[in-house]
């Protein structure tokens, strides 16, 4: 029996799943870093409320690759590189779903328990942590599911941009993907590609998501 070899791009399927895996990380990061802040500011102002809100809802309204040409351009512009304009890419793809989520773990936050924080003059630092934190936890881990979700479909289409009359690329799965498509049109790579990711989406959220939700669930409900 003669088995025809693997396509040479295959070989970099694992290392390729790295570096996506780590911009992936990176975008989650980016965003977390100002949607957790944001989240606790609209909720503890009624009068940023009326303003913010409806204008975060029609910004995430706005489909995320509407914005690629926009941040293509300006990071090509500036860098020649696709490989931090690529995070960039990702973060609008996942930055949403985490400011929603951390809005609604927030307001579960009870008054009780805002009450007890209030007679005891907690404040600051001691009471984000052991008050508003916890309570955001469960629905921030929800969010999270559902923004790394959204970072593996904008994958395809930020590590991978043709501009004008060249083509630039960040080395990840996206980027062998579309090689696999566009350039070599080898069905075999595009399966292994798409095996690789699935494989990799399965074990995160069973392995990872899955159990931190658990985790928090159990550790920090605020239902009693």
Do not use: C
Request: no cysteine; hydrophobic share 55%; aromatic share 16%.
């Amino acid at each position: 029996i003669v088995t025809q070899p693997l396509p040479p791009l295959a070989y970099d399927i694992p290392k390729a799943l790295l570096y996506s895996m780590g911009r992936l990380l990176a975008a989650f990061v980016l965003s977390l870093i100002w949607t957790i802040p944001m989240a606790i500011f609209i909720v503890e102002n009624q009068k940023a409320q009326r303003f913010l809100i409806p204008f975060f809802e029609v910004a995430a309204a706005i489909p995320a690759t509407a914005l690629f040409p926009v941040i293509v351009l300006l990071v090509i512009q500036f860098t020649g590189d696709l490989n931090f304009g690529s995070i960039l890419l990702l973060t609008t793809g996942m930055q949403w779903y985490l400011l929603f989520n951390a809005i609604i773990g927030t307001r579960k936050l009870s008054g009780d328990l805002e009450l007890v924080a209030k007679s005891f003059h907690i404040r600051g630092w001691p009471y984000y942590k052991n008050f508003l934190l916890p309570a955001m936890a469960p629905s921030l881990i929800t969010g999270t599911m559902v923004a790394f979700g959204g970072g593996w479909n904008a994958l395809f289409v930020s590590e991978y941009i043709v501009y004008g009359d060249k083509v630039y690329s960040a080395f990840g799965m996206g980027s062998l993907l579309s090689i696999a498509v566009y350039k070599l049109g080898s069905f075999k790579l595009i399966f292994l590609v798409l095996a690789a990711m699935i494989a990799a989406i399965f074990l995160v959220h069973r392995f990872v998501l899955r159990r931190l939700f658990n985790y928090a669930v159990r550790k920090y409900r605020m239902d009693y």
